[in-house]
């Protein structure tokens, strides 16, 4: 198994192998979000294929609840 920065052409095979219709955990927008630097999109790929996702937000939750100083891992997904 191979973990890497997810790149742009990632996001079609990702939307077609593993489908995410969450609103802001959506691939488009976790590379979005990459690109702006606030966060990095981890892809565990398998014999060429996506088995996974991981975001982690180095801005922190955005709840109000948790602190804001500390990364946050979202869209865990295997």
Do not use: K
Not at 53 to 62: K, M, P
Not at 69 to 75: H, S, Y
């Amino acid at each position: 198994m191979e973990i890497a920065v997810c790149r742009a052409e990632d996001i079609a095979v990702l939307e077609r192998l593993m489908p995410s219709y969450s609103v802001d955990g959506n691939h488009r927008a976790r590379f979005a979000r990459q690109q702006a630097g606030v966060s990095s999109c981890l892809i565990p790929w398998l014999d060429g294929r996506p088995v996974g996702h991981a975001e982690v937000r180095w801005t922190g939750c955005e709840a109000p609840e948790v602190p804001s100083d500390r990364p946050e891992i979202n869209g865990l997904f295997v």
